[in-house]
């Protein structure tokens, strides 16, 4: 990251300029993000910062070209070149990850969920028979059609992990599609240790049996055991599906490996392109050669056509992702978050499952009297981006939440270090303890407003800017 290629910093400049004098209000502000990225401690887990190479390989005419189908078997003509594209995303897919098989087109991670569930019901339930439901559209279904879609699928079921446990949406949640196309049942953590109880996963399968057991998580911070999550599927006969989105880049870094890499566990593992994997937003699915033919219908069954642009910048991600730099950053991303929890602790914040092994952080702000809601709007104020997060057993729901989720992903591609880390945990505790719970206009507790202490926002932004400029960001490219 940090050497930029100066022709393409001067292209960018040059790109800007031309599209400023079609329409300035999109030039300046993508001028304005960049400025505002450059100014900020971005501490959300699920972002990061793409090199220039796959930011470029992101605008260019690829994006013109309709190719729905599979490499070989378009629906269009003259798809020669998205073939190209998309077979060396998936090569490079394949071979990073070790996989039989990669779907390098899902546009997000939803849509990689939905292509994997879509398949594994194909592959394993006979007849779906959709049409059942009737010809209304999905935002008309009534519970009724919903019931009559899950007996058309055969009463299927789905257990994966719980919202408030640090599990996705897509995971089952009753307000996802997934926890309407499944019935579904969810596993949560240890009440005292915060971490997965294998065993008592184990049990719940038994008696739930479900035909998909989803591993992987957007706010737990720890490692998972994903051999004995696959003996658990095994056990019950279930498919271990992993969305591997938010550790993706510590797998393609090796920083998780054995147990803790999901795919030689998994069936079907799924991912985004952009977060620890530092790519262009996307998704993907990887999966054992039994599934292929099933994901392969992933376009058009469930998504509309690929976008052949952000294959070709998958693909220059992956190529990136296959360096010994990449794996030194990844594991400096997990150092950091070590240095990072360390930092909050020695300082007597109440952190979920009292560490972190993996790139994340989870701080419970109860103990500072604060909701999520407040504590994230505080630390916006003084330049600290992070976003507010459920813990476990949430008593403030899940809208004002009661954590505040803080990743190392994108600070470390900038080249933060463990001690930079240190003085950010000391920045947050700063800007925390001076934060203070303001009431309604009843006069009742609120969850929403909250007082920060006059001057606490200047010298956190003063400190953060310090560090900032030790490690710019795109250095070189001025717009
Ligand atoms: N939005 C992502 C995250 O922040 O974790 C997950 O979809």
Same mark, same amino acid.
């Given at each position: 990251?940090?050497?930029v290629n100066?022709?393409?910093a001067?292209?960018?400049?040059?790109?800007?300029?031309?599209?400023?004098?079609?329409?300035p209000r999109i030039a300046?502000?993508?001028?304005q993000?960049?400025?505002?990225?450059?100014?900020s401690?971005k501490?959300?887990?699920?972002?990061?910062?793409a090199?220039l190479?796959v930011?470029a390989?992101m605008?260019?005419?690829?994006?013109d070209k309709?190719a729905e189908?599979t490499?070989?078997?378009?629906?269009?003509?003259g798809?020669?070149?998205v073939d190209?594209?998309e077979?060396?995303?998936a090569?490079?897919?394949r071979e990073?990850?070790?996989a039989?098989?990669?779907?390098?087109?899902?546009?997000?991670?939803i849509?990689?969920?939905?292509?994997?569930?879509?398949?594994?019901?194909?592959?394993r339930?006979e007849?779906?028979?959709?049409?059942?439901?009737?010809?209304?559209?999905?935002?008309?279904?009534?519970?009724?059609d919903?019931e009559?879609?899950r007996?058309?699928f055969?009463?299927q079921?789905?257990m994966g992990?719980?919202?408030?446990?640090?599990g996705?949406l897509?995971?089952g949640?009753?307000?996802?599609?997934?926890?309407?196309?499944?019935?579904?049942?969810?596993?949560?953590?240890?009440?005292e240790?915060?971490l997965?109880?294998?065993d008592?996963?184990a049990?719940?399968?038994?008696?739930?049996k479900?035909?998909?057991l989803?591993?992987?998580?957007s706010a737990?911070?720890r490692?998972?055991?994903f051999a004995?999550?696959?003996e658990?599927?095994?056990?019950?006969g279930?498919?271990?599906?992993v969305?591997?989105?938010?550790f993706?880049?510590l797998v393609a870094?090796?920083?998780f490996?054995?147990d803790?890499?999901?795919?030689?566990h998994?069936?079907?593992?799924?991912t985004?392109?952009?977060?620890?994997?530092?790519g262009?937003r996307?998704g993907m699915?990887?999966?054992t050669?039994?599934f292929a033919a099933d994901i392969?219908?992933?376009?058009?069954m469930?998504l509309?056509?690929?976008l052949?642009h952000?294959?070709?910048a998958?693909?220059?991600?992956l190529?990136e992702?296959?360096?010994?730099?990449?794996?030194?950053?990844?594991q400096?991303?997990?150092d950091?978050?070590k240095a990072?929890?360390d930092?909050f602790?020695?300082?007597?914040?109440?952190?979920?499952?009292?560490?972190?092994?993996?790139?994340?952080?989870?701080?419970?702000v109860t103990?500072?009297?604060?909701?999520?809601?407040?504590a994230?709007?505080?630390?916006?104020?003084a330049?600290?981006i992070?976003?507010?997060n459920s813990?476990p057993?949430?008593?403030?729901?899940?809208?004002?939440t009661?954590g505040?989720?803080l990743? %190392? /992903?994108a600070? *470390? &591609?900038? +080249?933060?270090?463990?001690?930079?880390f240190?003085?950010v @945990?000391?920045l947050?505790? !700063?800007?925390l303890s001076?934060t %203070? /719970?303001?009431a *309604? &206009?009843? +006069?009742a507790?609120?969850k929403?407003?909250?007082v920060? @202490?006059?001057?606490?926002? !200047?010298?956190?932004?003063?400190?953060?800017a310090?560090?900032?400029?030790?490690?710019p960001?795109?250095?070189g490219?001025?717009?």
């Open positions: 990251m940090s050497n100066a022709e393409l001067s292209a960018y400049k040059t790109i800007l300029d031309v599209v400023g004098r079609t329409e300046d502000a993508t001028r993000e960049l400025t505002d990225q450059r100014g401690l501490l959300i887990a699920s972002e990061n910062y090199s190479p930011l390989t605008g260019t005419w690829l994006s309709y189908g490499v070989g078997h378009r629906f269009y003509a798809c020669q070149n190209t594209v077979s060396v995303a090569e490079h897919a990073l990850f070790g039989e098989y990669a779907y390098v087109q899902p546009h997000s991670g849509d990689a969920n939905l292509v994997a569930y879509w398949a594994i019901l194909a592959n339930v007849s779906p028979a959709l049409e059942q439901v009737g010809a209304k559209t999905v935002n008309d279904l009534t519970e009724e919903w009559a879609l007996r058309a055969g009463e079921r789905i992990m719980s919202l408030d446990a640090g996705h897509t995971h949640f009753r307000h996802n599609i997934s926890g309407k196309m499944f019935h579904q049942r969810s596993y949560g953590t240890d009440p240790t915060g997965i109880d294998y008592a996963l049990a719940s399968a038994k008696e739930f479900p035909l998909i989803v591993a992987g998580y737990y911070p490692r998972v055991n004995r999550m696959r658990i599927a095994d056990s019950v279930a498919v271990l599906m969305d591997m989105a938010h993706a880049g870094g090796k920083v490996t054995g803790e890499n999901p795919v030689p998994a069936h079907v593992v799924t985004t392109t952009h977060k620890s994997l530092r262009p996307g699915v990887l999966a050669k039994e392969d219908r992933g376009c058009p469930v509309g056509g690929p052949a952000m294959m070709a998958k693909a220059v991600a190529a992702a296959r360096t010994t730099e990449f794996q030194t950053y990844a400096n991303v997990a950091n978050a990072l929890a930092g602790l020695k300082r007597g914040t109440r952190l979920v499952t009292g560490g972190t092994d993996n790139h994340l952080v989870l701080l419970d103990s500072y009297g604060l909701t999520g809601r407040q994230e709007s505080a630390l916006i104020d330049g600290v992070s976003n507010r813990i057993q949430d008593p403030n729901g899940a809208w004002y009661s505040v989720r990743g %190392t /992903p600070l *470390t &591609s900038r +080249g933060f270090g463990a001690d930079d240190d003085r @945990a000391e947050i505790v !700063d800007v001076n %203070t /719970p303001a *309604t &206009s009843t +006069g507790p609120g929403a407003k909250y920060l @202490a006059d001057g606490v926002a !200047d010298r956190t932004k003063a400190a953060a310090e560090l900032l400029d030790a490690h960001l795109y250095p490219l001025e717009l």
